[in-house]
């Protein structure tokens, strides 16, 4: 009798429909182990997963995707800490060499190009199990927070971070490429990296990786979306780049200095890190700097085109005070945005309309008041970071795509969150509380 694997196109169809009677049976005997109902593999060899058994009921009967593990009032809940407490820890005593990441940390904590950055730092690092690598971590500046040694970002080792190297001087802040450069410099010399792993990204990441090739010597690689091992590399690394303005990919063998796109790797997600603090033991050369940073430029947020805004507070059908609107948009330090149809009635202007057929945003906080969540306004905030709804109605599309949703009049959302913002505004100006709000 023949051993090849005969397609059944009917349980692939059960599979498929998470309605039938009969899709958990199905998956169970497809997936083959415990998390039957969540993956298994597809006719093709490619891995299917079912997003629908992902996450936990909220109390208003919605499905809810818990991304940064913390709940209400920034407590753990009882899945996550269970979570934590199940991953395996991984201690590196003497590794047999170092991938060094220098993330970017915006805002002080660790973005998910960060993260998919040191999963990719982890693939390189525990490729041989016999001699396992170290991944690195090189901060600038301060990331801690107003309490003395408490840190706003608390899951370096979740993250995948076995050593940690803290540069906190004051000439770091800021736009200081020189200075940056100069340690980075003298951390190869004294740990020898095998690999030196920067975020391609406009915030800094790209522009320093860029120089620190340069001061290296190295032939950077750049656009880096996908790695592969290859012993006919030099370095056992073959990695495929974005070229040709994103049209073209690009095989080379990885170098020493590569800057990588996002959704390169996984993010690591089964193993805890020490994250061991370490030092250098040289002293870093003192900078002479021919360039001065006067700091950050007040700029409007009404003048900020969406392409390149942060925050965005998006206005729909449903928001009935327009003026209330503007002035907690004012009050937030928001850059405003709409949906079509508030384009369309003549509330916003043409310039303001997020979407497909207005303008795709990249903001790491999007606010959407009132907005329903058509197809074409989803397509166009697909790359923000975090979104924000406020709607009335719990069954909207934009409910289930935030990461958090308010299920209130927006009025009186917008409205109390000003009230909110001032008194901690106001309190902050007496001295009574650094609390930002």
């Known amino acids: 009798m023949t051993e090849i694997p005969r397609r059944d196109p009917r349980r692939e169809w059960i599979a498929r429909n998470r309605l039938h009677p009969d899709h958990d049976r199905v998956l169970a005997e497809l997936g083959q182990g415990s998390a039957a109902a969540i993956e298994w593999?597809?006719?093709?060899?490619v891995m299917r997963k079912n997003?629908?058994?992902?996450?936990?009921?909220?109390?208003n009967g919605?499905?809810?995707?818990?991304r940064s593990g913390l709940q209400q009032g920034g407590a753990p809940s009882a899945a996550a800490r269970g979570r934590q407490?199940?991953?395996?820890r991984v201690e590196i005593a003497s590794p047999a060499f170092l991938i060094a990441v220098v993330p970017e940390m915006s805002g002080g904590r660790l973005s998910h190009h960060d993260r998919d950055l040191l999963g990719l730092a982890r693939q390189l690092a525990d490729a041989d199990p016999e001699r396992p690598g170290a991944v690195l971590a090189v901060f600038f500046g301060s990331y801690k927070g107003e309490g003395e040694g408490e840190p706003k970002e608390r899951a370096l080792g979740e993250a995948g971070i076995d050593r940690l190297l803290h540069l906190t001087s004051d000439e770091y802040d800021g736009f200081a490429p020189q200075a940056?450069?100069?340690a980075l410099a003298a951390a190869e010399r004294e740990l020898s990296p095998r690999h030196w792993l920067l975020?391609?990204?406009?915030?800094?990441g790209a522009d320093l990786g860029r120089r620190l090739a340069v001061r290296l010597d190295e032939r950077a690689a750049t656009g880096v979306w996908q790695v592969e091992a290859d012993e006919?590399?030099?370095l056992g690394w073959r990695c495929t780049a974005r070229g040709a303005a994103g049209s073209l990919d690009i095989q080379r063998p990885l170098p020493r200095v590569a800057l990588v796109l996002a959704e390169c790797a996984e993010p690591v997600s089964e193993t805890l890190h020490a994250a061991e603090e370490l030092a250098l033991n040289i002293e870093l050369p003192a900078n002479l700097a021919r360039i001065e940073d006067l700091g950050q430029v007040a700029v409007d947020p009404g003048s900020v085109s969406l392409g390149e805004a942060e925050f965005i507070l998006s206005a729909g059908n449903g928001v009935s005070d327009w003026d209330g609107f503007h002035h907690a948009a004012r009050c937030l330090r928001a850059t405003e945005g709409a949906s079509r149809v508030a384009v369309d009635n003549g509330f916003m202007p043409r310039d303001r309309q997020v979407g497909a057929t207005g303008t795709w945003v990249t903001a790491r906080v999007y606010v959407a008041v009132g907005i329903s969540g058509a197809i074409q306004h989803l397509q166009g905030i697909q790359s923000c970071e975090k979104v924000v709804?406020?709607?009335?109605?719990?069954?909207?599309?934009m409910v289930k795509r935030a990461d958090l949703a308010v299920i209130a009049d927006a009025s009186e959302v917008l409205a109390a969150l000003v009230d909110l913002v001032e008194s901690r505004r106001s309190q902050a100006n007496r001295g009574e509380s650094r609390d930002a709000a």
């Open 41 to 45: 593999m597809g006719p093709h060899g």
């Open 389 to 397: 709804a406020i709607n009335s109605d719990p069954g909207c599309d």
């Open 180 to 182: 940056r450069i100069a």
């Open 85 to 88: 407490e199940s991953r395996r």
């Open 51 to 59: 997003p629908h058994a992902a996450g936990f009921i909220g109390p």
């Open 199 to 204: 975020p391609d990204s406009p915030l800094g």
């Open 232 to 234: 006919t590399c030099m």
């Open 62 to 66: 919605l499905r809810r995707i818990d």
